[in-house]
């Protein structure tokens, strides 16, 4: 009975009730944004990423990716010369162009195999819509960073660039020489040459545009060394 009579005073002229829809409502709002919020401001900060990238893309952004990949295979492959005091190579077999697909294959020299024995000591690098080009000339840029250390601009007649049929073999010293055949371990040339070039342009199927000439890479072999840098219009 006395129980009945003993609530407590709310002092505030509101109902208890409307006090607990009241608290529940103040956490609810506290409780942080909404998925559909968190959507929208995903889909915006997207959008803003596509059209920085399309802003910013510079003319060789085709080219520079493969490029990269053809040094860094190149790199790699003198290491395993080196670690294996063998002579390995790199030959590159452009497919049909109705394949659009540009094959580099990793051979290594083992003493004792016959040319059909040769094996392949990694998987191949595959490129789709790239040809390797000739006679593409880096002009001199100012006021834009290089992706190499700069150097001196090398004399055109220490230049090669790699012809068909040609492939790249690099000794137990890490040394690149040019090597022709196209079955078997390639046969090295007798004397180095200062520097063999790669140019790197993409195709659409099959096809330079005229559009995108200057959307090409360079990756150039110090062939001493056996190290590689890539470079751009």
């Not at 968190?38 to 803003?48: D, N, P, R, Y």
């Not at 819509?129 to 960073?145: M, T, W």
Request: charged share 20%.
């Amino acid at each position: 009975m006395l129980g009945k009579h003993m609530r407590p005073d709310l002092g505030s002229g509101y109902p208890m009730g409307s006090c607990k829809e009241g608290l529940r409502q103040g956490r609810g709002r506290q409780g942080g944004f909404t998925l559909v919020e968190m959507l929208t401001v995903i889909s915006i900060m997207s959008l803003l990423m596509v059209a920085s990238n399309a802003l910013f893309r510079t003319p060789g952004s085709r080219a520079l990716e493969p490029a990269v990949r053809i040094a860094r295979a190149i790199e790699l492959a003198r290491a395993q010369a080196v670690a294996n005091n063998r002579s390995v190579a790199i030959r590159f077999d452009a497919q049909a162009p109705a394949s659009r697909e540009c094959v580099l294959r990793f051979l290594e020299d083992r003493p004792g195999q016959s040319a059909g024995q040769i094996k392949e000591f990694r998987r191949p690098e595959r490129f789709q819509d790239i040809v390797i080009a000739k006679d593409l000339v880096i002009a001199p840029r100012r006021g834009q960073p290089d992706l190499a250390p700069p150097a001196p601009a090398p004399d055109p007649s220490s230049l090669h660039d790699l012809a068909p049929g040609e492939s790249l073999v690099i000794n137990s010293d890490g040394q690149v020489l040019l090597g022709t055949g196209t079955t078997g371990f390639p046969l090295a040339a007798d004397q180095l040459v200062p520097l063999i070039q790669l140019g790197v342009q993409p195709t659409r199927a099959g096809q330079v545009v005229a559009a995108e000439q200057r959307d090409f890479a360079i990756v150039q072999i110090q062939c001493a060394t056996g190290t590689a840098r890539v470079m751009q219009p």
